[in-house]
């Protein structure tokens, strides 16, 4: 290759080069107020779920809260945990937890609760158990995840929290019982963490929410 | 386009030489996302959309682009369109780009599209390259319905569930036609089952038609020595 022939290459690279960033950059302009805005929707659509039968009045992903591990609730990983208000009164608290004991991997699931410790909806978001068996706990397959609405820490006792073939009150799906005992387990120590937090949560006013509040 | 030379192309693309199906190319998606019909559907137009683009860019740009050369400036202007896509899918289609997942930028590795813009796009006109890329797309992304449907009822006994996600509105569960399914179907073996059978029904098929047409010919043959 001649000395002219590597410039040339080298010259028509960069203008494609730049054509093709410029594309992309024009495109990004175009479509970042809507991803935004999808993203936002999306977490606020995918919170509705544990939010069964609540009235409130705050918009929901304001009140978040990043809890660092470690910290008391199930996983491994940072928890969330957005707090809800209706007429500035606390409402119900919302969970993002790891369910660590999976078939395949941590279970990313959203614990709701009320004031009272009363579960308002648990809802999987995200998995990687087997298909057609454990990942019957998703809401659009199946309703496995709704008998956990209107259960306390008091109904059923803790030694019942577990799958009914562990001796608990809990169906389990008939050929998974790992993925079922998994999130059953996380539902009960999420309960737990918010019994003993609860005032410590809504310590703060619901104006003045700390985005980044560290919490044990 | 109406031309015959377009229908020539378009019967070439969804059946003589289906990327999928024939060349074998592309594979990784065919096997991976195919779980549902609508996965394919999503796929198959992402996949469309950037072949055209891509021949289409190739085939104008072609006269000022050295062959020592040509593969670079191909893979960058492949990335950046699959990087547009993806974006308009993420704007667009939320939902379908969630479960698509890594799959759209993963287009950018799907050999049929650097295929096109070598093989064809390189040497020909741009409307020529745009209709290739689009028959070539097309046969794809009809691969990857087939296949998505035929393993989404298979495996779940429903059709078109989650259909929502392209379209809008509430979520949808699709014509569910039997509770519960074949398992096997949709996990990753179902994929190669599926594909392997699909290949198969095309062998026939064409093996038929070869047999027909040199029956016709020797039938043809015999009459004309009468």
């Known amino acids: 290759m001649s000395a002219s022939t590597v410039i040339k290459g080298g010259v028509t690279l960069a203008v494609i080069a730049a054509i093709c960033t410029t594309l992309v950059a024009f495109t990004y302009r175009l479509t970042e107020e809507r991803i935004d805005a999808n993203e936002q929707a999306l977490l606020e659509r995918s919170l509705q779920p544990a939010l069964s039968g609540l009235f409130y009045d705050s918009g929901v992903t304001e009140s978040k809260i990043i809890v660092p591990p470690p910290h008391d609730l199930p996983g491994s990983e940072a928890a969330i945990i957005y707090r809800v208000y209706a007429q500035q009164e606390p409402v119900a608290a919302l969970f993002v937890v790891s369910a660590r004991d999976g078939y395949a991997g941590p279970i990313r699931i959203l614990v709701g609760a009320d004031t009272e410790g009363l579960v308002t909806g648990v809802h999987v978001l995200e998995h990687r158990e087997t298909p057609g068996l454990g990942d019957r706990v998703e809401s659009t397959k199946s309703d496995w995840v709704k008998q956990f609405e209107g259960r306390s820490l008091l109904d059923p006792t803790p030694s019942e929290w577990a799958i009914k073939g562990d001796g608990g009150q809990f169906d389990q799906l008939t050929g998974a019982s790992v993925t079922p005992r998994a999130i059953v387990k996380a539902v009960k120590n999420t309960l737990v963490y918010y019994d003993a937090h609860r005032d410590e949560l809504f310590a703060d006013a619901p104006a003045e929410s700390d985005q980044q509040k560290e919490v044990p | ?215 016709a010919m020797l039938g043809q043959a015999r009459r004309a020595r009468k």
């Open chain 2, 1 to 215: 386009m109406t031309s015959p030379r377009f229908i020539d192309r378009l019967k070439t693309g969804l059946w003589d030489e289906n990327p999928g199906l024939v060349q074998l190319l592309g594979l990784c998606p065919v096997l991976a996302v195919t779980s549902t019909f609508v996965n394919g559907l999503g796929l198959g137009i992402a996949t469309i959309a950037v072949l055209v683009a891509s021949n289409g860019l190739v085939s104008a740009t072609r006269r000022w682009i050295l062959t020592e050369i040509r593969i670079p400036i191909y893979v960058l202007i492949i990335a950046s369109l699959v990087t547009c896509i993806e974006l308009v899918f993420k704007a667009w289609f939320p939902y379908l780009d969630r479960s698509l997942g890594i799959f759209i930028p993963l287009i950018v590795t799907n050999c049929a599209i650097v295929a096109r813009a070598e093989v064809f796009a390189s040497r020909n006109t741009v409307g020529a390259s745009l209709a290739d890329g689009f028959v070539m797309g097309l046969g794809f992304a009809l691969l990857l319905m087939a296949i998505g449907g035929f393993r989404e009822l298979l495996g779940q006994g429903s059709l078109f569930a989650g259909m929502d996600m392209l379209i809008g509105g509430e979520p949808i569960r699709g014509l569910v036609l039997l509770d519960g399914g074949w398992l096997l179907a949709i996990l990753p073996p179902g994929a190669f089952f599926s594909l392997a059978l699909a290949i198969a029904a095309k062998n026939v098929i064409d093996r038929r038609q070869r047999e027909k047409l040199k029956n």
